[in-house]
């Protein structure tokens, strides 16, 4: 075998060229839809649960997938494709789906820097829960016509109006406006009640951001929310009276809310805990946890030196995470080692919860909330299937909570999350295998040694959405000269 690679290298270097002629075609940032291109030799990583299986020449048509054959019977069917991708070595997956983003902008920071962060990471598919309207709107319609270089985009506008007839009112309005759901939080019984019967009516979906307050879960399962973002409102409804809080604590002051809801799991009581579980799962109540963006509440030094700060976190984002009173998510002032603790063991109530929620046929989905609390847009989507792992879904199964699970969420199970023919061509091809190694999909690679060399493997290579391609390694060299000019200004 030794022999035979010399002559192996150069045959690579001779026919390097003529691949580049064939494939620079494909994938320039902006290019428009090709009317038909060819991923050949690809190992195929479904959104359904199922095992990987390969390797299979994948035709896009326009925006669709319009074949899928083995490589190895149908050979050569496709032998004169103008346009291709050779995945060979290369993992094929449906587009990352993230179920929960805010679009921000900030100041000195564009939506660039989100968008391509998100496609440099896979993510062909946002659901904003809350951000400003009109942007988004405009931004959703941008991308979905192919000219705007982002992930498509869901709206779920914020449902801010407190009483009934307001709310009521307000999501009418939004209706009108093309929502793709609504948002709530922080909603009284009645109001809630209310706006949730009207929501049915015009067909929104609901999503809750269940904080501790006067609804929680039990609320979501009588009322029929959509999903349960993040997880206080679950423990919370399985307390026996309220939570332990000392007499000085002041649910406004964020630093005394983190902490606290740091012992909110262990007080819940399981036998309870267990029938409000069972009642989502039998009202059809999914679960999107976002496990990564609590991570600093366990690990500070860990979520204050990712790796990827140095050269992809824009000034502006870190100057937002500085620990300040002023800015939400930023309360890390006073965080002791015990509070690292008390969050570790709040992490393991709470990820068996997820687990055992999904075993019991409940539907679970990834979302992210990054930009706050050192959590990178992207990045932290990754880091979210990671924990996911670690509460012990089979990497299978994560990378069907974060595809297929998504796309049923959002109600777009039959255009979305899975590669089959007909469905949109959202696909992502990575670099490594993920159901071996969740990091693979980090865009930044990670440190491999293979035949005795050192070198970095992995990220995602190639982005499309909607049948159109995007690099996505220049999506993360376009991320790192936003952050460097704006380093440099
Ligand atoms: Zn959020």
């Given at each position: ?46 959104g ?23 490589t ?29 983003v ?53 709206i ?34 009645e ?40 997880w ?129 046929g409940?539907?679970?989905g ?60 959202d ?28 070198k ?15 690099d ?8 790192k ?9």
């Amino acid at each position: 075998m030794k022999n035979v690679l010399p002559y192996l290298l150069l045959l690579t270097i001779l026919i390097y060229p003529f691949n580049f002629l064939k494939s620079q075609h494909v994938g320039i940032e902006n290019a428009g839809k090709y009317d038909r291109f060819l991923i050949k030799n690809v190992m195929l990583i479904d959104g359904k649960g199922t095992p990987m299986k390969g390797p299979n020449d994948v035709i896009v048509e326009k925006n669709k997938i319009t074949a899928i054959t083995n490589t190895k019977t149908g050979k050569d069917a496709y032998a004169n494709e103008k346009h291709f991708i050779d995945g060979t070595g290369m993992y094929l997956l449906p587009g990352l789906i993230n179920n929960h983003v805010h679009i921000h902008e900030r100041p000195n920071c564009t939506l660039e820097y989100l968008y391509k962060l998100w496609l440099a990471c896979g993510i062909t598919t946002v659901r904003d829960v809350g951000s400003d309207i009109e942007l988004t709107l405009a931004d959703r319609q941008k991308s979905q016509m192919g000219y705007l270089t982002a992930p498509r985009i869901l709206i779920y506008m914020v449902v801010r109006n407190k009483d009934i007839k307001g709310a009521i009112a307000q999501i009418r309005e939004f209706k009108k406006m093309g929502a793709d759901g609504i948002k709530i939080f922080g909603m009284d019984k009645e109001v809630r009640e209310a706006v949730l019967a009207e929501s049915h009516v015009l067909g929104l979906k609901v999503a809750h951001h269940v904080g501790v307050e006067e609804t929680d879960a039990r609320d979501d399962i009588q009322y029929g929310t959509s999903t349960i973002e993040h997880w206080y409102g679950i423990p919370d409804a399985a307390l026996i009276g309220s939570q332990n809080f000392p007499s000085w604590y002041n649910y406004n002051n964020e630093n005394d809310r983190f902490r606290w809801a740091g012992s909110l799991w262990k007080e819940a009581d399981p036998v309870r805990l267990e029938k409000i579980l069972k009642g989502m799962v039998d009202h059809h109540v999914a679960w999107i946890p976002t496990f990564a963006i609590y991570e600093a509440n366990r690990d500070l030094q860990r979520a204050q030196t990712q790796p990827w700060f140095n050269e992809y976190l824009h000034p502006t984002l870190a100057n937002y995470f500085s620990p300040s009173p002023q800015n939400h998510g930023s309360y890390h002032w006073n965080w002791t080692t015990t509070d690292e603790k008390n969050w570790k063991e709040n992490y393991k109530i709470w990820m068996k919860a997820v687990k055992d929620f999904a075993d019991m046929g409940g539907l679970v989905g990834a979302g992210e909330d990054a930009g706050f609390i050192y959590m990178m847009y992207g990045f932290t989507y990754i880091r979210e299937l990671e924990l996911m792992h670690e509460a012990g879904f089979h990497p299978i199964d994560v990378m069907m909570n974060a595809t297929g699970n998504n796309a049923i969420i959002l109600g777009f199970e039959d255009q979305i999350g899975r590669i089959k023919e007909g469905f949109l061509a959202d696909l992502i091809l990575v670099e490594g295998n993920p159901l071996e190694n969740l990091k693979y999909l980090y865009p930044t690679g990670i440190t491999v040694v293979e035949d005795g060399v050192v070198k970095t493997k992995g990220g995602v290579k190639w982005t499309i959405k909607d049948g159109i391609v995007y690099d996505a390694v220049k999506m993360l060299a376009d991320v790192k000269q936003i952050v460097e000019e704006a380093k440099n200004k």
